[in-house]
């Protein structure tokens, strides 16, 4: 988080009037954290179990922020993500489901954000990768999600297709320097 959130924040770009974030499975904190210490007009929730979340606790104090950011223990699923929000943040979050799975989340999102609030996913993403090395790495990665954790990598094309059917507009994807074979891809409510 701390060597790609300056760039993702960028990428993201928050428009003016924009005070509210909701970062879901986002557990350490840091890219709130980021996030807040970037816009000084921005609240932001953080959504995950109350272990995950002790880490961001230590974030969001540390950098005097606890005021500014709530820590919402619970399971994302069946809670209520208390929107509305302007932007989602899914970040290392999809691959722990199937399509099905994701749909129902990003309709989640979807209804926790306002009329043109935006989600954010970081993920790894198969296929139209630069380089042998970053190729052999997220296939690599798709293997041990799925060894270890009932997990997957989708392509573009498929989180396109996902974000799409979910109700979402505006589908673009970002290339991360610092983080190849990552992808941010953004998309409007």
Not at 21 to 42: E, I
Not at 77 to 97: K, Q
Request: overall charge negative; charged content about 20%; hydrophobic content about 45%.
């Amino acid at each position: 988080a701390n060597l790609t959130g300056p760039d993702i924040i960028k990428k993201i770009a928050l428009p003016e009037g924009q005070t509210r974030l909701v970062d879901v499975g986002g557990g350490h904190g840091a890219f709130t954290v980021q996030f807040c210490q970037v816009y000084p007009d921005l609240s932001a929730t953080i959504i995950d179990s109350e272990s995950a979340l002790e880490t961001a606790r230590l974030h969001t104090v540390g950098a005097g922020l606890d005021e500014r950011i709530t820590l919402l223990p619970g399971d994302l699923w069946t809670m209520d993500w208390e929107g509305p929000y302007d932007v989602a943040l899914l970040f290392n979050l999809l691959h722990h489901w199937d399509i099905p799975t994701n749909k129902k989340l990003l309709e989640k999102a979807r209804a926790a954000l306002k009329p043109g609030g935006r989600v954010a996913i970081l993920d790894q993403v198969e296929g139209q990768i630069s380089g042998p090395a970053t190729n052999a790495f997220v296939r690599l990665i798709a293997l041990m999600y799925h060894l270890f954790a009932d997990g997957r990598v989708f392509s573009q094309e498929q989180l396109n297709d996902l974000l799409a059917d979910s109700g979402f507009s505006d589908i673009r994807s970002h290339n991360l320097t610092k983080a190849p074979g990552n992808k941010l891809i953004t998309a409007v409510a």
